[in-house]
Antibody
């Protein structure tokens, strides 16, 4: 059973940075890729970026977040991190970590974390 | 990359079938059979229900089915049940090696 556990709620002021974590278990970490997806209140899902443990840490980011997001991983801790800089009120959202296991094929998100609420307010 | 276009809401009575469309472009749905669908209940994380246009993960009801034609993918829910009331999102891989989600559809069971 794959488990995806994310870090807790964050409250930040405008201009600050936030680093979220996502720990996985139940499936070989190095066979997976990890996506970060966010959802602003009442809004749709928005893809932010991806890191592939199966491809030695290769990353890809949405153009919209390219300049201020960094996704990293710690294989020994089976944990992925997402660092978002220059926070603004529009970044208030629930941030999800989703795992791609490649059990069937690529390019879909098999398991999701519980989400982390990030609130940006002065 | 603009969001894929979905109807804002779709409704149906118990037992009926409904279909949700998801329209993209030649840079995403039109090029790849890498369309997936996610179900999201209020205050819950999304859940994968369809992958690769029409594949069903283990444990997902056969009442959920997917298809694609050109730049548009579709999700059909047959035999609508009260627990199907949720938001549904499509997603596609793109020619830029990124992903794009749909605008989301709220399904109401009357």
């Amino acid at each position: 059973q794959v488990q995806v556990v994310q870090s807790g709620t964050e409250v930040k002021t405008p201009g600050a940075s936030v680093k979220l974590s996502c720990k996985t278990s139940g499936y070989p970490f190095t066979k997976c890729a990890f996506q970060w997806v966010r959802q602003a209140p009442g809004q749709s899902l928005e893809w932010m970026g991806w890191i592939s443990a199966a491809a030695s840490g290769q990353t890809k980011y949405s153009q919209r977040f390219q300049d201020r997001v960094t996704i990293t991983m710690d294989t020994s801790a089976t944990t992925v991190y997402m660092d978002l800089r220059g926070l603004a009120s529009e970044d208030t959202a629930v941030y999800y970590c989703a795992v791609e296991t490649y059990i069937t094929s690529c390019c879909h998100f098999d398991y999701w974390g519980q989400g982390t609420l990030v609130t940006v307010s002065s | 990359q603009s969001a894929l276009t979905q109807p804002a809401s779709v409704s149906g009575s118990p037992g009926q079938s409904i279909t949700i469309s998801c329209t993209g472009t030649s840079t995403d749905i039109g090029t790849y059979n890498r369309v997936s669908w996610y179900q999201q209940h209020p205050a819950k994380a999304p859940k994968l229900i369809i992958y690769d246009v029409s594949g069903r993960p283990s444990g997902i009801s056969t009442r959920f089915s997917g298809s694609k034609s050109g730049n548009t993918a579709s999700l059909t829910i047959s035999g609508l049940q009260p627990e199907d009331e949720a938001d549904y999102y499509c997603s596609s891989y793109t020619t830029r090696s990124t992903y794009v989600f749909g605008s989301g559809t709220e399904v109401t069971v009357l």
